[in-house]
């Protein structure tokens, strides 16, 4: 099938909700501060009444990539599921208005969408409160193969593999990408998620053409302390892997081929939130252009210095502009 | 030739003279403060004259090699001019209590030994005036081929090329390590060196076992301004390459082979004075066990992270002890 989109991405659809909070707030409702805490419906329809004037966007990992993708000029395509609600409705806006196609149907039935309700105190630091609700009933009958088929790459998040059925539906897309010769991205998301499924994730590396990783999570996955050993590691692997880490820059791997590219230069650093998003929208942006590897690695790193330098997941200033300003376009 | 020693080291044999001064001392000597300024021996007579108590320590960058290779256990020979003189006794006595082995005669004629006299001002700073006098002029006739032929490893200092003998005596040392089966170390030691000798130093690369240099030295060399391009400058290298970053830690290359280390912890940086010599010390001595290269790297900025915690160019702990400590031996 000819390709038409260039990257499709599979995530928990999931609306940011940010309210502008003090420290009383966070001791009335029992919010612990600073860290990220899953939290029931109940309790979230409760904590997005008391929010005063609440800012929605669309967020979560794969859905920030996709909005990354966008920003740098490639067309990309978000599938993942919200409930017909307002706050479906408002995700459906909020991705859509950065260029990022989507029309997965919103639910009829079930859990309400999914969102994170940040909780933003005076001196800046947020407090994470994720219903996971509708994102996590996401399946095949979401998922358009003809989307697949039609991309030149599959973009996947490892958070999915939390939820049964989007397990599935991801392992169904990356059969179905696999058929018609797609590229297979995935991340491994979260350090976390090695301890429930290191070897599901090891059996699923021969599948992929790409895997992102940051330094924590490559450890975690191969159960190594240094992290030359995942190198080692990875020499056998016929991926290419895009290894993460920090103010370190990253190392990209392909066998026996390895690049050492550094961190781009940032003023500040503000808020972390979102930088391995971006760097993966910018190393795919890379890939599906034919850029050399080095090169895409500074994309991702040009990305993820944008989206750190300032509060938020999204980019500020169109990424494509960026890039073309440094010469990397 | 059965190995008898471990490392033969050839580079200058400089007495550093360390003078505690204070600023009017710069001030009246005409001295600029910070940094590193070649003199003449009239010039050199005068400060020695000048410095009250003046402590004095065999040093060099190669000469510190040496005796870092002796503190981590290894049998070193250090080969090196010096004249027959007071500095020269010194700088034989020196040396020798580290338990480098040393015995080039010393010129009866010519210029007097060299030193490098060090006014330290009590803000800490180290102002160098250096007189490369005898070490200039060391040649083949200085040069022993058994001792050659008897180590395992030649390790040669790129400053040799500044002096048209010491070059000659470097590449003569070469040949006979090749003939020899004695491996043949080099290291770039300084990036100025690339204005005048990169063409000579590419076409000596293919003759190395071992090249060291650090990132500024191997962006020189391949007159690249990326660290990555350097990286992939070396995939046709057939030698060992080990590139030190500073606090990014160390990448070794090795054809198609390559490792990325870690920068060892250091409580606070003091003085990053013999920081690359060093390394080669302890990446050296882990070649010579025939350890990994990743478990040289390891060595190298173990023995680097040392010097660096403290003033001076010679670890303080013996390295035997610190790399037992972290199970690296």
């Known amino acids: 099938m000819s390709k ?31 860290v990220m805490t899953l939290i029931d419906e109940h309790r979230a329809e409760q904590l997005y009444a008391a929010f005063a004037e609440p800012r929605e966007v669309a967020g979560g990992s794969a859905a920030n990539t996709a909005v990354g993708l ?32 989507y029309h997965t149907a919103p639910a009829e039935h079930g859990p309400a969408t999914a969102r994170c309700l940040i ?22 009958a979401d998922l358009r193969e003809s989307d697949v088929a039609g991309s030149s790459v599959l973009y996947v998040e490892g958070y999915l593999w939390d939820a049964p059925s ?22 491994l998301s979260d350090p ?52 993460t880490r920090s103010e ?3 190392v990209i791997a392909h066998g026996g081929e390895v690049h050492v590219v550094d961190a781009a230069p940032v003023k500040r650093v503000v808020d972390t939130t979102g930088a391995g998003d971006q760097f993966a929208a910018g190393f795919l942006y890379g890939l599906t252009r034919d850029y050399g590897l080095s090169h895409c690695g500074h994309l991702g790193a040009l990305a993820a210095a944008e989206v750190i330098s300032h509060y938020g997941a999204r980019p500020e200033i ?3 502009t960026l890039a073309a300003g440094k010469g990397l376009l």
Do not use: W
């Not at 058929?179 to 995935?186: E, G, H, L, P, S």
């Open 70 to 101: 966008a920003s740098l000029g490639a067309s990309a395509h978000f599938t993942g599921r919200v409930k017909r609600d307002p706050l479906g409705a408002s995700f459906e806006t909020s991705l859509r208005e950065t260029g990022v196609a």
């Open 4 to 34: 038409t989109n260039d990257v499709i991405v599979l995530g928990s659809a999931i609306v940011d909700v940010l309210g502008a909070v003090d420290d009383e707030f966070l001791l009335t409702h029992n919010i612990a501060k600073g």
């Open 119 to 140: 909780a933003v105190t005076p001196d800046g630091e947020r407090s994470m409160n994720t219903y996971l609700g509708a994102a996590r009933e996401f399946s095949i």
């Open 248 to 250: 370190k820059g990253c």
């Open 166 to 187: 989007a397990k599935q539906a991801s392992l169904h897309a990356i059969a179905a990408a696999k058929a018609n010769r797609t590229k297979v991205a995935f991340t």
């Open 192 to 243: 976390f998620l090695m301890g429930r499924y290191r070897n599901e994730f090891l059996e699923l590396l021969p599948e992929l053409d790409i895997l992102f990783a940051n330094e924590e999570e490559a450890k975690s996955l191969f159960a190594v302390e240094e992290f030359d050993d995942v190198l080692q590691a990875l020499k056998s692997s016929s991926a290419v892997v895009a290894l």
């Open 318 to 320: 169109p990424l494509k």
